[in-house]
């Protein structure tokens, strides 16, 4: 069993910057393929950024891509998403998730374990 906790999130004004963090439980955390996902009110939740175990991929969105930094330390047992030039649209509840998987999904479907969620508000 894995438990990813989330962190780093909170109001920022457009142009801002945020970084996330996910700590996971557990002594296996390079098994995992990691990614981030959002949910905003009314949608569905979508992903945005995922690392390969080993950190050799690195996958993202293309609403976020150039402005969002995924990455991970191993040693800590945690993922980070570095967010800058935030934007009204980004505001969403983020989701740290783990996957078994040997690839990188891009669906939550190929993940197996979920944070709890933490708010990100980008006011205009």
């Known amino acids: 069993q894995v438990q990813l906790v989330e962190s780093g999130g909170g109001l920022v004004q457009t142009g801002g910057s945020l970084r996330l963090s996910c700590a996971s439980s557990?002594?296996?955390?390079?098994?995992?393929?990691m990614a981030w996902f959002r949910q905003a009110p009314g949608k569905d939740r979508e992903f945005v950024a995922a690392?390969?175990?080993?950190?050799?991929?690195?996958e993202y969105a293309d609403s976020v891509k150039g402005r969002f930094t995924i990455s991970r330390d191993n040693a800590k047992n945690t993922v980070y998403l570095q967010m800058n030039s935030l934007k009204p649209e980004d505001t969403a509840v983020y989701y740290c998730?783990?996957?078994?998987?040997?690839?990188?999904?891009?669906?939550?479907?190929?993940?197996?374990?979920w944070g709890q969620g933490t708010q990100v508000t980008v006011s205009s």
């Open positions: 998730a783990a996957s078994l998987s040997m690839v990188v999904p891009r669906s939550a479907g190929g993940y197996n374990y």
């Open positions: 690392i390969s175990r080993n950190d050799i991929r690195r």
């Open positions: 557990g002594r296996t955390f390079n098994n995992y393929a």
